[in-house]
C-alpha cells in the first residue's frame, strides 16, 4: 500500500461547479499535510497548508480527518484557471521527510 | 535571486555520459531536497540536506547517483554512465529550519533526456 494515495482522475468538471478531491494516508503519526498544485511541464507549488480544524483560503476549502486518515480539497466555483494536477503532501512529526501522492489531475472545461 | 533556480533547464545526454545538474537555494534555507518526478508519476525522493551534511540518502536509486552541497548553499546532484531510465524531470525543494511541516520552495527542476 502507497504511503499517501489519490485518485488520478481527471476530473472534467464545468466552470463554475464544486468538485472535491480526497487523499488517504497510511501512517498516523503523520501531522504536517498540504496541498500543491502543479500546472503542466511546472514546479509544484503550495497551494494551502491542512490544519486540524480544517481551513479555507477563498475558494478553496482544506480539510483533515484523522480518525479515516485522509484530507479533502473542496474547489468551489471553478475556473479554468483551475486545471492542474494537485498532490497532496504528508509529512510525520519531527521528521524532514515529505510523502508525496501522485496526484490528482483537475480539468475545468469552459 | 528570490526564488530557488536549477541549471541546465534541459539536458539531454547520450547513455553512458555523466551529467551534473545544480541548484541554488534561496539564501537561509538550510534545508535542501533533491526529487525525481518521471512522466506522470509523483515525486520520488532522492536526498535530503541539513546544511552541508546529508542524513538520509535512502532514495537514491544506485550508486551511480550521488549529491553534494557546499558552503550551505549550492547543491549538485551527479549521475554517473547514464541510463534511459535516468530520464526524467529532477527537482530541488528548499526550505527554512530543519524541514520539519514546513513549506517547501521549488525550483523549475531540470528536465533530463538519456538516449
Known amino acids: 500500500r502507497k504511503e499517501v494515495e489519490q485518485d488520478p482522475g481527471p476530473f472534467n468538471v464545468p466552470e463554475g461547479a464544486t468538485v472535491a478531491f480526497n487523499c488517504t494516508y497510511s501512517?498516523?503519526?503523520?501531522?504536517?499535510f498540504f496541498w500543491y498544485r502543479q500546472d503542466c511541464r511546472k514546479e509544484p507549488k503550495l497551494l494551502m497548508s491542512v490544519y486540524s480544524s480544517g481551513n479555507e483560503d477563498g475558494r478553496f476549502t482544506a480539510q483533515l480527518n484523522r480518525a479515516s486518515q485522509y484530507i479533502s480539497l473542496l474547489i468551489r466555483d471553478s475556473k479554468l484557471s483551475d486545471s492542474a494536477t494537485y498532490l497532496c503532501?504528508?509529512?510525520?512529526?519531527?521528521?524532514?521527510?515529505?510523502?508525496f501522492g501522485t496526484g490528482t489531475r483537475l480539468k475545468v472545461l469552459a | 535571486g528570490a526564488g530557488v533556480s536549477q541549471s541546465p533547464s534541459n539536458k539531454v545526454t547520450e547513455k553512458g555520459k555523466d551529467v551534473e545538474l545544480r541548484c541554488d537555494p534561496i539564501?537561509?534555507?538550510?534545508?535542501l531536497y533533491w526529487y525525481r518526478q518521471s512522466l506522470g508519476q509523483g515525486l520520488e525522493f532522492l536526498i535530503y540536506f541539513q546544511g552541508n551534511s546529508a542524513p538520509d540518502k535512502s532514495g537514491l536509486p544506485s550508486d551511480r547517483f550521488s549529491a553534494e552541497r557546499t558552503g550551505g548553499s549550492v547543491s549538485t546532484l551527479t549521475i554517473q554512465r547514464t541510463q534511459q531510465e535516468d530520464s526524467a524531470v529532477y527537482l530541488c525543494a528548499t526550505l527554512r529550519g530543519s524541514g520539519a511541516g514546513g513549506e517547501q520552495f521549488f525550483g523549475p527542476g531540470t528536465r533530463l533526456t538519456v538516449l
Open positions: 501512517n498516523s503519526a503523520s501531522q504536517s
Open positions: 539564501s537561509g534555507h538550510t534545508a
Open positions: 503532501v504528508v509529512s510525520s512529526s519531527g521528521t524532514y521527510k515529505y510523502i
